[in-house]
């Protein structure tokens, strides 16, 4: 006992030492940074203004407008000749990996392979503006470790919100369907049956550092159970979820293709609903109702027409992906048009990382103005993650997360694909152009 009480006097000392401003050292002034932007996209207006300065201290945006001082000894950055905007934010990634060989991914990798690559995929989708991403579903917690290592500034990557292993039924798209009873793997498994089981693994993977739960509402694509839609879990294993998951205050994430899932999923309160292929004129209005959001991977149907074949996929997977591409499409132009809430999401992993802003393209083509598909992944994109007080937007107290593009991504949403410039928490980790080599975390 004395011995405990001479430490804790020890570490109170200590603590003395460090924080006494007569003996302990002072604390450096935040870093101070000026952005000189040619444009600046108000994602909130929607104007475009013109000859901006953004003033950053630290990895906050302090001011923003035309006739800012700039403090002597601060660092400027002359983005005089582009167009600023809000750090792009999206909310459907598998982080941890892409697509490879199809029974090598399968049966030759293990999730340590897996974790040695990732953090390759993370500088990826950083470097092509995404400075936020929700990873929605890795296998042995390998997204938890991606993020931890990016939080300490040992890896580059985006920031994560991640949901570990994702929770679906026996026979179902997170299970291992189409192969020998007898063949089995070993490790953590999302595969829960009943309120009792899921309810356990929801609070395991809130032990082991989710930040929100993916729920398989629906049967899916990449996978070789029968149907691509079919509900998987009862109305009631999908309360018991959901209401677990609200408990521990994590958002529910519903995978969901088929139209009698997705109303399921919504009845059962989840946050958003994942691809939503199939969805129907009740399940748009539920969802507004509820204040869901719809993320639709409206992209990535072309990836997988084009390349899945050459990598080996089954014939059954390719017809089922031909079963809701196209459809897909069809339903988010309907969702536009009935005013549904749109985050960006776009199934990266699914396609190589890096890519994500092919989708812009895509909404735009299927009905979203260049504005609002800039809103899905930046405003709307934040407030799904809850995160809309400090992402999201260019204005005071904000997280300094900004990207630059030449051209005018308004009238050609193409240019998000080529980003020049990226800042995350007012760090720069990419500046093309000749110019200064970016920081390393």
């Known amino acids: 006992m004395r011995y405990g009480i001479r430490l804790g006097g020890a570490v109170l000392f200590l603590e003395y030492l460090l924080v006494s401003p007569a003996i302990g050292a002072q604390s450096k002034s935040p870093a101070v940074t000026v952005l000189r932007a040619g444009k600046l996209l108000d994602v909130v207006s929607g104007e475009v203004k013109t000859n901006q300065l953004v003033l950053i201290e630290g990895d906050r945006i302090k001011e923003v407008g035309a006739g800012i001082a700039v403090p002597r000894g601060a ?42 690559t990732a953090h390759v995929y993370a500088r990826r989708a950083l470097e092509a503006g995404f400075t936020t991403c929700r990873d929605v579903g890795a296998p042995e917690y390998v997204d938890v470790a991606l993020k931890r290592a990016i939080d300490r500034g040992e890896v580059v990557g985006p920031r994560l919100l991640v949901a570990g292993l994702s929770i679906g039924a026996t026979a179902g798209h997170g299970d291992l369907t189409g192969f020998s009873p007898y063949l089995k793997f070993s490790g953590f498994t999302g595969v829960a049956d009943g ?200 204005q005071p107290g904000k997280l300094a997360d900004l990207i630059a593009v030449e051209g005018d991504p308004l009238r050609d949403v193409s240019a998000l694909e080529k980003v020049s410039f990226v800042m995350k928490a007012g760090v720069v980790v990419k500046q093309e152009r000749g110019a200064p080599a970016p920081a390393t975390k």
């Open 75 to 116: 660092n400027v950055v002359d983005l005089s000749g582009m167009t600023v905007l809000p750090g792009l934010i999206d909310c459907h990634t598998h982080m941890t990996s892409q697509p490879g060989n199809y029974y090598e991914d399968l049966f030759r990798k293990s999730a340590i392979d897996v974790a040695v």
């Open 195 to 394: 309120v009792t089981e899921i309810r356990k693994l929801v609070r395991q993977n809130v032990k082991n550092g989710a930040d929100l739960i993916k729920m398989l509402a629906t049967a899916g694509v990449l996978s070789e159970e029968d149907s691509v839609g079919a509900p998987q879990y009862t109305l009631e294993e999908m309360k018991a979820l959901v209401d677990e998951a609200h408990m521990w205050e994590r958002k529910v994430a519903a995978h969901a293709h088929g139209a009698e899932g997705i109303k399921r999923a919504l009845q059962a309160g989840v946050d958003s609903i994942e691809h939503a292929s199939l969805i129907d004129d009740e399940g748009i209005r539920l969802a507004k109702e509820r204040g869901a959001f719809l993320v639709m991977d409206v992209y990535n149907d072309d990836y997988i027409l084009a390349e899945f074949r050459r990598l080996g996929y089954p014939e059954k997977i390719l017809e089922k992906e031909k079963l809701v591409g196209r459809a897909q499409r069809e339903n988010f132009q309907k969702a536009v048009r009935a005013g549904a809430k749109i985050a960006f999401g776009t199934d990266a992993g699914v396609f190589p990382h890096g890519w994500n802003a092919k989708q812009f393209a895509k909404m735009v083509e299927w009905g979203q103005a260049p504005v609002d598909a800039i809103r899905a992944a930046t405003s709307s994109a934040a407030e799904l993650l809850g995160r809309e007080k400090e992402l999201g937007g260019i």
